[in-house]
């Protein structure tokens, strides 16, 4: 029998060598990031890389706390599949937009993860708090935290993540999907080797299973 592959995406994506890489290593959804950041890709950027991905790869676009209109527009110009949100949108923003929404939750305390099991999107993203950042530090939060709240809807495991310990949070966490982007670089810039590793340990069975 098989068990339940996890999903792995692969943010902060800029160009299409990276792009097409990261795709052909096995990843289900790439992150095109619009808010302030090194990371940082145009409109006109992501939507040349967007037009030229395969069929069946989500692309996934990153906003904090942008204007309802801003995002739709964007959205619609760049073939976005889905809008994750990092900054404070309210539940109602998120009603309001009417998209696919992924909301990430930077995970202070256990407060937050009961504030994630309750808002209305499709997916919650799970990240580290950092004092000043939205994301993409490379720290981790406290994964058992997750056994004394359930959240309803699919869970994407974020923060901290790398080749080294994705196999070790898959197995503590049991999340829907990983997502990656600090923990595949080297020198601020997507490391494909890194890409590949993630993505292969990200799909290794459990210590004492195997698939058939």
């Known amino acids: 029998m098989y068990e339940h592959r996890v999903r792995v995406k692969i943010c902060?994506?800029?160009d299409l060598?990276?792009?097409?890489?990261?795709?052909?290593?096995?990843?289900?959804?790439?992150?095109?990031?619009?808010?302030?950041?090194?990371?940082?890709?145009?409109?006109?950027?992501?939507?040349?890389?967007s037009l030229n991905l395969p069929p069946f790869v989500s692309r996934v676009?990153?906003?904090?706390?942008?204007?309802?209109?801003?995002?739709?527009r964007i959205a619609a110009y760049c073939n976005l599949d889905f809008v994750q949100l990092h900054g404070d949108e309210p539940p109602r923003y998120a009603s309001e937009l009417g998209l696919p929404v992924i909301k990430a939750f930077r995970v202070k305390d256990i407060t937050v993860l009961r504030q994630a099991a309750e808002y209305p999107a499709r997916?919650?993203?799970?990240?580290a708090y950092t004092p000043g950042a939205a994301g993409g530090t490379g720290h981790t939060f406290n994964w058992q935290w997750l056994k004394e709240v359930r959240v309803k809807c699919?869970?994407?495991l974020a923060g901290g993540l790398t080749p080294d310990n994705v196999a070790a949070a898959i197995k503590a966490v049991r999340p829907y999907a990983v997502d990656v982007s600090s923990g595949v670089e080297t020198g601020s810039r997507k490391d494909?080797?890194?890409?590949?590793l993630f993505i292969r340990r990200a799909y290794m069975p459990p210590c004492g299973t195997t698939r058939e």
């Not at 676009?61 to 739709?72: C, K, T």
């Not at 494909?192 to 590949?196: C, F, S, T």
């Open 61 to 72: 676009g990153v906003f904090v706390n942008a204007s309802i209109d801003e995002v739709r």
């Open 154 to 156: 699919p869970v994407i």
């Open 12 to 14: 902060g994506i800029q």
């Open 17 to 49: 060598t990276t792009a097409l890489a990261a795709v052909k290593y096995g990843a289900h959804a790439l992150g095109f990031v619009f808010a302030p950041s090194f990371r940082q890709v145009s409109p006109d950027q992501a939507r040349e890389i």
């Open 123 to 127: 997916a919650v993203l799970l990240d």
């Open 192 to 196: 494909l080797q890194k890409i590949a």
